[in-house]
């Protein structure tokens, strides 16, 4: 109203901007703010309206020559001095930001910007690359959120577009991510950023997507290709690339290359260790190369993340194997394979127990006796085991032996041996020479 009575009064749009600044609504309190200092270039509250407004939006250089104006007016206005001292700190705060994102170093970023808006609360500058950096730390609630802010305010906001499209990139929804990204190119068709995550998400996808496809074909080798091409489009994409490197690590265990499946399940949780897949796919080829231990450990981890029935079953098949691992192993002393007949047991033991009889080893050094006694001991166990069914099932099914009342330190192989080889077909040791045997069947 007065301003239409008096559209060249500075002090009206002077007093305009100040109520407008109390609303929050700066963009339209630095119009009223520059038309007051043109009105009236010695204006002083003017300038330091206008420099607070182009302060608040972020535009600290604007803002500094403002103050600065106002010092040539009046050089002892200490609200200019403080303001001039906000602005400086302001383009401090954006330098130092601008080096530590090439650095990479977007903990810092946020630091930063989260310094410089509390001098500048309004400026969407600052908001988008504080928001951006959330993201590429994986900070996505939050980067959503600040980004969501922007777009009530301005819909159409290329940047905030984009970093509501980074965050679904990153966090594995790539598709609805390219909708923001091809949004985000509608308003701004130069916006590098968009431009060049739109490629990436599309190509990723494509890669992801024929992997997929030739592992369900059985086309082992072209999906470890296609995932590997897939891992080198953008390694900031730490979910994504968590599922690839699993994805591949699935492959690996298909071709029989274990430990190649064990790295790539390793690189998966490490890029995101709540990954249950990763886990429990690491932990199979653990057990298939008999590394226990670790699929323990892995199981553990599982069946914390998620106590069901199945995860609880594959805990304690571990357990049992890892239990049995660290047995004597009744086998592979007798030379047999766990699916031994029992008349393939018997040769076994008829061949170890001869080649490891303390008798024919008589003539040799202390130390070779010794070692011979205890294999010999070690191959009457195993058959004593081995060829009894109940026993043989126990030890199949990781009992403790001894808890079932089978003391192998009281057992004497040499009883197992005059039985085996008892009545027609038994033999002996007779010597032909020194350190010379052989062996006489009756």
């Known amino acids: 109203m007065f301003l239409n009575t008096c559209p060249n009064n500075a002090s009206y749009y002077g007093n305009r901007a100040a109520t407008l600044m109390m609303l929050g609504r700066f963009r339209e309190a630095l119009e009223d703010a520059q038309q007051s200092v043109r009105l009236d270039d010695s204006f002083v509250r003017g300038h330091l309206r206008e420099g607070k407004c182009h302060l608040s939006l972020g535009n600290a250089m604007a803002a500094s020559r403002c103050f600065q104006r106002v010092l040539e007016l009046d050089h002892k206005n200490t609200q200019a001095q403080q303001e001039l001292k906000n602005a400086t700190t302001v383009l401090e705060y954006e330098k130092i930001a601008e080096v530590d994102f090439e650095k990479r170093d977007f903990r810092k970023v946020v630091f930063c910007m989260d310094r410089a808006l509390e001098f500048a609360p309004a400026c969407h500058r600052f908001k988008i690359l504080k928001a951006e950096c959330l993201a590429l730390l994986g900070r996505y609630p939050e980067a959503q959120s600040v980004a969501s802010d922007i777009l009530r305010m301005d819909s159409t906001n290329a940047d905030a577009l984009y970093v509501r499209g980074l965050c679904l990139y990153y966090e594995d929804c790539i598709e609805k991510a390219v909708q923001f990204f091809v949004q985000a190119l509608r308003m701004a068709p130069d916006h590098e950023k968009a431009c060049l995550a739109c490629r990436n998400a599309k190509a990723l996808k494509a890669k992801k997507e024929d992997g997929n496809k030739a592992f369900k074909k059985g086309n082992y080798k072209l999906a470890y290709e296609l995932y590997t091409e897939a891992l080198g489009i953008d390694p900031n994409n730490i979910k994504t690339n968590a599922k690839l490197y699993c994805n591949r690590g699935t492959v690996n265990s298909k071709l029989r290359k274990l430990e190649e499946a064990i790295d790539d399940c390793t690189n998966a949780v490490k890029l995101d260790d709540t990954y249950v897949k990763a886990y429990l796919r ?137 039985a085996f080889f008892s009545g027609p077909g038994g033999f002996s040791f007779e010597a032909s020479g020194p350190g010379n045997f052989f062996f006489q069947f009756g």
């Open 282 to 418: 690491r932990a199979q080829c653990y057990m298939d190369t008999e590394q226990y231990e670790d699929a323990v450990r892995d199981y553990e981890k599982v069946y914390q993340t998620e106590k069901t029935k199945e995860h609880k079953q594959l805990l304690k098949n571990a357990q049992v194997e890892l239990k049995k691992s660290k047995r004597k192993d009744y086998y592979k002393i007798l030379g047999v394979n766990k699916n031994a007949s029992e008349d393939e047991i018997k040769k076994a033991y008829r061949k170890r127990a001869l080649m490891h009889h303390p008798d024919r080893h008589s003539g040799a050094s202390a130390e070779v006796q010794k070692e011979e006694e205890k294999k010999f001991k070690e191959v009457g166990e195993a058959f004593t085991i081995l060829s009894d069914p109940k026993k043989k099932a126990r030890y199949d099914s990781g009992q403790d032996l001894e808890e079932d009342g089978l003391n192998m330190g009281e057992f004497d192989p040499n009883n197992i041996f005059k």
